[in-house]
């Protein structure tokens, strides 16, 4: 079994974020029978939006490793999942929106916080460039926030002090529970190891994708300096490394 591992924002996705270059490298990967798992800080509501774009059914990873939905029936045995959603079985390994939210609310003053809880639709689609249908979606968070900008420097201690996580993406900081893109693939791979063995593949731009890159037979990169992953520059240059 073939899995690659998907950042979405700057690596799949363009910066106009819309879903149509994306389609002859996933046509591609399909072709040689790779489960494609996407594995981004982008919520559940945004994801879905690119899965049904792109005609892809398999697992995926939301909000920075927070949570992982697994097709139901996808695999021929039992496993532990937190929860039933539609079509899918859900495993969190982050927390509630809520715990986030409140521990931002009670911080945004006095570091002149700015994110998705206490952003109008309009400051979103400012802040990302994100059109005006893709931000309502980034706006439905369940695990996670998104630093945008801030006045005075120092939020990231006074987060830990809570017991969050703060992480670097292509362009802003992800506040989580504690867990992380790595620690969400490798369940995913320890799950579909029992099935039959597996070849993995993640790809990346980001620091807080370097987890992800790290659990992984082959990690690559688009312009992200890690020493342990092969810089590809752009995501259809997979085609010229994968056979």
């Not at 809520?98 to 689609?125: H, M, P, Q, R």
């Not at 099935?195 to 082959?218: H, R």
Request: charged share 30%.
């Amino acid at each position: 079994m073939k899995i690659i591992f998907l950042d979405l924002d700057k690596t799949l996705i363009g910066e106009d974020y819309s879903p149509e270059p994306a389609k002859k490298i996933v046509e591609f990967l399909k072709e040689r029978g790779f489960k494609i798992i996407f594995n981004s800080s982008k919520t559940k509501a945004e994801q879905e939006y690119y899965r049904r774009a792109l005609d892809i059914n398999d697992p995926f990873i939301v909000e920075t490793g927070s949570a992982v939905y697994i097709p139901k029936d996808d695999l021929p045995f039992n496993f532990p999942f937190t929860r039933k959603e539609r079509n899918y079985l859900v495993i969190e390994l982050g927390v509630n929106y809520t715990i986030i939210k409140k521990a931002l609310d009670e911080i945004k003053d006095k570091f002149g916080l700015k994110y998705y809880g206490n952003s109008s639709l309009e400051e979103v689609i400012r802040y990302t460039n994100l059109p005006g249908d893709l931000a309502k979606l980034a706006m439905q968070r369940e695990y996670s926030e998104t630093i945008f900008t801030w006045s005075t420097p120092g939020f990231e201690k006074e987060l830990t002090k809570r017991e969050l996580k703060i992480s670097k993406g292509s362009r802003f900081y992800n506040v989580t529970g504690n867990t992380d893109k790595g620690k969400a693939a490798k369940l995913i791979l320890n799950l579909y190891s029992q099935v039959e063995k597996i070849e993995s593949y993640a790809v990346g731009d980001g620091q807080n994708d370097i987890p992800m890159l790290k659990v992984v037979d082959y990690p690559f990169t688009i312009g992200l300096s890690y020493s342990g992953a092969k810089d590809i520059r752009e995501i259809t240059k997979l085609m010229e490394v994968i056979k």
